[in-house]
C-alpha cells in the first residue's frame, strides 16, 4: 500500500460516517478496508468538554480504555454494543468532536523465499522480473496474496490435481507439498499416463507441470526459490503428456484418477479447437461429483465465442470449469490470450510469471565441440539474426553456399556432465540437405566419453532435405547420465552427390535433476490457470464447508473489476485472493412466519 | 437500554437478538426479549412503533446456514433487515443482528416484532473479514394481520 | 545472460517458422492418427467392438472406465465408416477422435 493511499483511507476513515450496510460493497473498496477491533473506538473531545472522557464513556455505559493525549481516548465499549450504535451515540454527544473505529491494521504477510520479490503476480510493486521480457507494470495489479496470506496459507485439505507433463517431485520447492499416494499403492505423488507407470515425473525434461505446479504449491516461507499461492499444498501430480501436449485418452483417464483420489480441484492448462464429447463427459461428472476444473482460455489472441474459433475445455458449458483469461503487470488483457463474454469467466496474471522448472536448461553456444573433417563453428545469418552455429561444411553460411566434401565420415561432440540427473533430453534445430538414403546425419550418444561414434552407440540417421526449413530435434539421453556425457553428429558421405550439408542451431540439454533449484519465467494462459487454481484450494481450505459452485462464486464475486475484462469475459474480474476470501454467499432459503 | 436474555427457550442458545429501535418495545416481553436500539446509525432514540404495542406481532425468520467459515465464527453472523416497500434499501433500514454466538454454526433464525401490514424481509451474512457482509438474500414479504381482540375476564373474590 | 535471452527468443520464431512449413502430424494435428475414443456400454464391449473393427486391425483397444476405450486402427476407414459399422450393429456407439491438447505456454 502507498503512503499516499494509507492517507487517504485514515482521513476517510476518521471522518466518515459509520459503515452501514450497503446493498453491494463494492469488492475492492471492500478488500482494501481494514477491519475495526468490534469493540473499541476512538473518540476525539471538544477543546470545551465540561465532562472528562471517562464521564463520557461511563455515561453510555462503557469505560475509557487508554488516553492519547489531552483529547484523544480509546474507549472500551460495552460487552455486545453494536460498533455502528456506539459510533452514533458517541458522535451524538455535546463533548464529542470525532469518533471513529479503531482500526486493526496488521503486518502483511511476507514469505521468505529468495525470488519472491519477482512474483508480481503475487504481489506487484511494479518490479521488473529477471528473465523475462521488460513491461510496464502497474502496482497493485495482483492477486492481493500478502492480505489473504494473512488469513490463511494452508491449503493442504484441498488435493489440487495438475494434469500436465508432469512435475518434478523432487524439486526442492516442490517436495513436501504432494499428495502422499503410498496408502492407495501411488507413493510417487501420482501417475503418469502416458507411459503407464506410476512415476509422474517429466519423463522429457519438459517443465511445463513443474511450473504450473509451482504457481499453485510452491513451498512458501522456505527461504528457498519462489513461493505459491499455497504455502503448504497437496499436490497430485498427473502425467497426461509429454512436450507436444496430451490427448483425450490421458485427460479422460487422469480426471478419473484425480476424482477417485479425492482431488476437488482439476487444473488443465492445455486446450483444443475440438469439440470432445468423451472429454466433456468427464467434465460433467466431475460437476456431478462436485469437482471444480479451473482451465486456460487460450493463447491464440481469439474469440472463443465466435463460433470459428471454439476453444475446449474452456468453452464447455459445465458451471464447474472456470477458464482463465491472462493479464499483463499493468492488468491489460496480455495479448496472446484468448478471451470470450460468455466462456472466459475470469482473469489472473500471465505473463512474465516466474515459477519453478525440474532442472537445469544447459544453453550450450556450439563452442568448443571437438570436430573433425569439414565440421565448423560459424556465425550464420539466418535472417532472425546472428545466431551462433555449428557447420558442415564451412561454407554453410556463404552466399552461395558450398557442398560438403565426398567420402566425409566426420563428427564433432562434447562432453556434459550429466551425473545424478534423473532425466535430460537434448534439443536443437537442424538444417539440412543431403543425398537422399545414402549420405547420412547421425546422432550418437556415450556415457564413457570420447568419440560416440566410436566409443558409445548411434542413436537415429537423417537423410535427405527439409530445404530451408529447421526441423526440432528433441532427443533422449537417458543411459548418459554420466560427468562426461558425450553428444555427438557426424556426417558421412559417400563419393556421389554432395549437397548443401548441416547446420546445427540452439542446442540446449534440458534436465530432470531431484533437488532442483531450477526456476524459468513462462507466460501463457497456461500460467494464468494455476493462479485461479491455486485461490481455489485457499478458498476451499479456508471454507471447508464449500461447495465447488461456492469457491466458484467466491473467485468470480470476490473478483476485481477490470477494465481490459470488461465485456471480454464473463465477469470483467481479476481473481483476487483476498476478495474471494472475503466473499460471503447471500444468505438463500429465508422464510417468514407470523407466531 | 434494556437487556435481557431469554432463559430457557429454544432460542437461547442460538442467538442473542437485537431488535432495532425497538426499545420502547421492551413493554410487551419485558423479562423475555433483549431489546436494544441498534442499526442505522441512530442507537440510543429509542424510537416508538407505529402501530399500538398491542399490534405488534412476533414473525419468525429463518434462513440455511451459510457455509463460509467466517460467517460462523466470532466476529460473524446476519443481520436481518426488514422495511415496508418491496424493494427496499439496506441503507438506513431497520435490522436484527444475529451474531455468532459460540458451537458449529451462528443461529439461522431471528424473530421480528412488526406491526400490521405487509413487511419485506431480506438477510445479509457477515464476517470479521468482511463486515459489510454479503449481498443480500432474495426478499420475502409477509403480511403479518391485526390481532385479535382479547377480552380479558377479572374475577374479584 | 542477454546473450542466451535473445538466442533463445531467435529460436522461438525459427520454430514458429518451422511449424508453419512441417511438422509430423502428432506435433500438427488436431487429433492423433488411427485413434479414437469409443463409447459403447455393456459388459459384452470389448466383444462388440472386435467384431465391428477387427478388419481395420485393432491394434489396442485400451478401456478408460465410464464405458469408454481408446481404440487403435492399423488401418483408418475414416470416422464416418466406423460410425456406418456402429450404426449397422443396433448398439449404441459413440466415436470420437483422440483430440491433441495443447499447453498453452
Known sequence: MT????????????????????????????????????????????????AGPAGVAQRLGDRLQRALGARYAVVKLDAGKPLADALAAYRAMPEVEAVQPNYRYRFLAVPNDPLYPQLWALNNDGQPVEGGTPAAAIPGSDLDMERAWNEITDCTSVIVAVLDSGVNYLHQDLAGNLWDGTAAGFPLHGYDFLDDDNDPMPADAFGHGTHVAATIGAVGNNGLGVAGVCWRARIMALRIGDRRGATTARIVQAMQFAIEHGARIVNLSLGGSEHDPAFEAEVERARRLGVLVVTAAGNEGADNDDGASPFFPCDFP?????????????????????????????????????????????????????????????????????????????????????????????????????????????????????????????????????????????????SGSAGTRPIEESIDLDGCFTSSCTFGFRLQSNATVADRGVAIVGFRIDTVEPNANAYAVLQGTSMAAPHVAGVAALVWAYNPRYTYADVRAALIEGGEPVAALAGTTASGRAVNAFGALQYIAPPAGVAAVVR | MIRHARTG????????????????????????????????????????????????????????????????????????????????????????????????????????????????????????????????????????????????????? | MRRVRRLALALVLLAAVGAAGEGSASDAGSYVPREYIVTLAGADAVQVLHALYAEYGIERLQPLGEGRFLLRLARDPGIETLRAAAEASGRRVELARNFIYRYQR
Do not use: M
Request: charged content about 15%; hydrophobic content about 45%; some cysteine.
Open chain 1, 3 to 50: 503512503s499516499a493511499y494509507a492517507a487517504v483511507l485514515f482521513a476517510l476513515a476518521l471522518f466518515a460516517v459509520p459503515a452501514r450496510a450497503g446493498e453491494r460493497p463494492a469488492a475492492i473498496a471492500a478488500a482494501r478496508a481494514p477491519t475495526p477491533v468490534p469493540d473499541e473506538l476512538l473518540v476525539r473531545f471538544k477543546a470545551e468538554a465540561t
Open chain 1, 318 to 462: 459445465q458451471d464447474n470449469v472456470v477458464c482463465t483469461a491472462a493479464l499483463d503487470q499493468s492488468y491489460n488483457r496480455a495479448s496472446f490470450s484468448n478471451f470470450g463474454a460468455v466462456s472466459v469467466d475470469v482473469g489472473a496474471p500471465g505473463t512474465n510469471i516466474l515459477s519453478a522448472w525440474p532442472g537445469r536448461v544447459r544453453a550450450d553456444d556450439l563452442r568448443g565441440w571437438v570436430r573433425t573433417g569439414g565440421w565448423t563453428e560459424a556465425v550464420c545469418n539466418f535472417n532472425l539474426g546472428r545466431l551462433p552455429a555449428l557447420v558442415n561444411p564451412a561454407s554453410w553460411c556463404a552466399t552461395p553456399p558450398g557442398a560438403y566434401a565426398a567420402d566425409a565420415n566426420d563428427v564433432a561432440y562434447k562432453a556434459f556432465d550429466l551425473a545424478g540427473v534423473r532425466h535430460a533430453r537434448a534439443s536443437f534445430f537442424r538444417f539440412l540437405a543431403t543425398e537422399p538414403d545414402v549420405d547420412f546425419l547421425g546422432y550418437a550418444l556415450s556415457p564413457a566419453g570420447g568419440d560416440p561414434f566410436a566409443a558409445g552407440s548411434v542413436i537415429a540417421l537423417h
Open chain 2, 9 to 157: 427457550s429454544a432460542f437461547a442458545a442460538e442467538a442473542t437478538i437485537r431488535f432495532c429501535r425497538g426499545a420502547a418495545l421492551a413493554g410487551l416481553c419485558a423479562g423475555l426479549w433483549a431489546l436494544a436500539a441498534c442499526g442505522s446509525g441512530e442507537a440510543g432514540t429509542a424510537e416508538r412503533p407505529a402501530a399500538e404495542p398491542t399490534q405488534i406481532r412476533y414473525v419468525e425468520v429463518s434462513w440455511d446456514p451459510n457455509r463460509e467459515s467466517g460467517v460462523n465464527r466470532a466476529g460473524g453472523g446476519y443481520r436481518v433487515y426488514h422495511g415496508t416497500t418491496p424493494g427496499f434499501s439496506l441503507g438506513g433500514a431497520r435490522f436484527v443482528d444475529v451474531p455468532y454466538a459460540g458451537g458449529e454454526t451462528t443461529p439461522t433464525r431471528a424473530l421480528l416484532a412488526l406491526a400490521p401490514g405487509t413487511h419485506y424481509i431480506k438477510v445479509v451474512a457477515y464476517s470479521a473479514l468482511n463486515p459489510a457482509g454479503s449481498a443480500p438474500s432474495a426478499e420475502v414479504a409477509i403480511t403479518v394481520p391485526a390481532a385479535p381482540e382479547v377480552f380479558v375476564r377479572v374475577q374479584h373474590d
